[in-house]
Nanobody, 124 residues
Framework: QVQVVESGGGLVQAGGSLRLSCAMS????????MGWFRQAPGKESEFVAA????????NYADSAKGRFTISRDNAKNTVYLQMNSLKPEDTAVYYC????WGPGHQDGTTYEYWGQGTQVTVSS
């Protein structure tokens, strides 16, 4: 069974940084585009960033551009989300997802595998 496990969330002050990690159990990781999504209380899930299987193509939500960086290490079956200049509105549960054979759409319905999420809280 494919497992996707996020880590690295926590409490940080506005302007601070966090790096989220997402490890996937399967060797099929190399065939997956990976994405990060988030859901704040009372709001719908929203796309944050995605990266192609090769790592050469990345895609960001406007809210993440210039502050967040997605990267991956295929040798470790791990994808990362470096978040800088965090704002209180970035507070949410962050989910990692795998899009098998896909390009990494902003539409979360195209992703087959999801993690349980990691909480990120940014205090003002």
């Amino acid at each position: 069974q494919v497992q996707v496990v996020e880590s690295g969330g926590g409490l940080v002050q506005a302007g601070g940084s966090l790096r989220l990690s997402c490890a996937m159990s399967e060797r099929t990781f190399n065939n997956c585009a990976m994405g990060w999504f988030r859901q704040a209380p009372g709001k719908e899930s929203e796309f944050v960033a995605a990266i192609s299987w090769s790592g050469r193509i990345t895609n960001y939500a406007d809210s993440a551009k210039g502050r967040f960086t997605i990267s991956r290490d295929n040798a470790k079956n791990t994808v990362y989300l470096q978040m800088n200049s965090l704002k209180p509105e970035d507070t949410a549960v962050y989910y990692c997802a795998a899009d098998l054979w896909g390009p990494g759409h902003q539409d979360g319905t195209t992703y087959e595998y999801w993690g349980q999420g990691t909480q990120v809280t940014v205090s003002s």
